[in-house]
């Protein structure tokens, strides 16, 4: 039977990263690592199959309307976090270098790399609360502060923005493929790991304030993007402490964190979220 474990991320807007089990014909699901959604393939699309909660597998088999094959590959998963398979990305350009700038995309597979129709790149979900940015003002205006961010770095690509995609290897490095507005010249180039930005957002900025409104929105996002693999030290350890303001956050991907650094603080962290919770 074949089967194949592999973590992907969800994009634009940023919404973390998603644990796969994948047997060809069907797939199962987890945000979290404790709750699996299976999903069938059927003609052009998907159907919801079969839901199990809290690693419990003994209620995973009981669900007869998924196909055995998923079922059996759930039971027999490897420990999560799994590696991450989404190697094909999709990046906003920047205008003047037409260096990576904003991550808008992430593929498996080469026949998933789409045409690019829409480079507009979208932080928040619509409806989101939240974000503050002290680096700009008041915490509690947080509607200016989202819009601020979201026009910074789409303008930094306008007026007529270049979105590529880019085969990433083990090394970090990546090839460019095709994309919009991409021309031929820049088709086959190779790009070092530095020059890519680490996690969503290039943080390199003109002036300090737009370089910390960016850091910012990633420290807002820091418990998903713990979940990330091969960070530097140096960002793990400014993740983490950006995460442990966000206790309730950071318990509900624990189980997905590959790498804990100070692990007294994080457990006090994830305490307190169970007592709010309590």
Excluded: C, K
Excluded at 35 to 55: K, L
Excluded at 106 to 119: A, F, G, K, L, T
Excluded at 216 to 221: D, M, P, R
């Amino acid at each position: 039977m074949f089967v194949d474990y592999y973590a992907i991320r969800r994009m634009n807007p940023y919404l973390g990263v998603l644990q796969v089990v994948d047997t060809g014909e069907a797939r199962a699901y987890s945000s979290n690592g404790r709750r699996w959604q299976v999903r069938n393939v059927e003609g052009t699309g998907w159907r919801e199959a079969a839901g199990a909660e809290d690693g419990d597998d003994a209620g995973l088999s009981a669900h007869s309307d998924a196909p055995e094959d998923i079922m059996a590959a759930l039971e027999r998963r490897p420990p999560i976090p799994f590696r991450f398979g989404d190697r094909y990305e999709l990046w906003l350009l920047h205008r003047e270098t037409l260096a990576p700038l904003a991550l808008l995309q992430s593929r498996r597979w080469r026949y998933e790399v789409e045409p690019v129709r829409d480079p507009t790149w979208r932080p928040f979900m619509l409806g989101d609360a939240g974000f503050p940015a002290p680096a700009i003002g008041s915490v509690s205006n947080s509607a200016r502060h989202r819009g601020l961010l979201e026009r910074q770095v789409n303008l930094a690509a306008r007026p007529r923005p270049v979105a590529q995609w880019f085969e990433r290897h083990t090394d970090g490095s990546g090839t460019g493929l095709s994309g919009l507005r991409v021309g031929e010249e820049r088709v086959g180039r190779r790009i070092a790991a530095p020059d890519f930005p680490e996690l969503l957002v290039d943080e390199r900025w003109e002036t300090e304030l737009q370089g910390q409104l960016v850091a910012e929105y990633h420290h807002w996002n820091a418990p998903l993007l713990l979940t990330h693999q091969n960070l530097a030290r140096a960002t793990r350890v400014r993740l983490e402490e950006a995460a442990r303001r966000s206790p309730r956050r950071l318990l509900d991907i624990w189980p997905l964190i590959p790498e804990v650094l100070d692990s007294d603080a994080m457990r006090v962290a994830l305490v307190a979220a169970r007592l709010m919770r309590a």
